[in-house]
């Protein structure tokens, strides 16, 4: 698949900003109020337990600190569309850090997460959109760096909400909104075309996978799902089988069959 020639989509950075402070903020209190018994519950990521997975939540988050107190990149190398791509190349690495913070923090969370806000409070106000910052796969903008925020935070939280029942941490709407469009657009570069419309109402509406262009009327080919569904199967928590045997999404058309693209960050 050729890399992202442009971005596909404008997002307002001071809501994009806004959205993952208040994202993080929730997270927070949830985290607070778990148990030891909570903390050592399983996750469905692997071995993570849920600690680790509050661990790699802080992470999510420092790293913008992290990144800002780095001289700034000579040039810009990622655009925002190659991201949800690029992730899996890091998942040891990922992996491993998430470890060695959880390791770090032991069971005092609370220090982890304070520590990590006021961080990104010292560093994120003055910073300005176009300063260039080095991810874990090159150069990328603030801005952009903060959208790719959003999909790890909304992403885990639905993690954490499946770890540990009852909890119901709350999904801020513009760090989800954000979140789905983003993903929606990756399955946009990764199947070009406009034979089939895929509808994540009231977030996102994109054309994808080639075959006959759809100019008027009902589209022939309609994949419609709700926003945490699309995330899920974008990212491997659920599969299209799965999803449409519990009607969690609806496909009508000889190219509705989207099984073949997903997941698309692995």
């Known amino acids: 698949m050729p890399p992202a020639k442009k971005r596909m989509r404008a997002y307002d950075s001071t809501k994009i900003r806004t959205a993952v402070l208040t994202q993080f903020g929730a997270v927070r209190e949830a985290v607070a109020g778990l148990t030891p018994e909570q903390l050592a519950r399983p996750t ?22 992290r990144y800002l107190a780095l001289p700034e990149p000579a040039r810009h190398e990622v655009p925002l569309m190659d991201w949800p791509f690029a992730t899996v190349t890091a998942a040891g690495q ?24 006021a961080g990104i409070e010292e560093s994120l106000p003055s910073a300005p959109d176009a300063r260039l910052v080095p991810s874990r796969f090159g150069a990328m903008t603030l801005a952009d760096f903060m959208v790719t925020r959003t999909v790890e935070l909304i992403v885990h939280t639905d993690d954490l909400n499946d770890a540990v029942p009852g909890l119901d941490v709350p999904y801020d709407r513009q760090a989800l909104a954000a979140c789905t469009r983003l993903l929606a657009d990756a399955l946009a570069v990764k199947a070009p075309g406009a034979s089939t419309e895929v509808r994540v109402p009231p977030y996102a509406v994109v054309q ?13 080919n309609v994949v419609e799902t709700d926003p945490l569904t699309w995330i899920r199967l974008a990212t491997g928590r659920v599969d299209w089988a799965t999803a449409r045997e519990t009607a969690k999404v609806s496909a009508s058309g000889e190219r509705a069959d989207l099984s073949g693209l997903l997941p698309i960050m692995g």
């Open 94 to 117: 990922v992996d491993r850090d998430t470890r060695e913070i959880a390791e770090a923090a032991g069971t005092d969370l609370g220090t982890l997460f304070a520590r990590t806000l």
């Open 208 to 220: 994808c996978v080639e075959g006959p262009r759809h100019t008027r009327g009902t589209p022939p």
């Open 44 to 65: 469905r990521l692997g071995d993570w337990t849920v600690r680790e997975l509050a661990a790699h939540l802080a992470m999510v988050l420092g790293t913008v600190h």
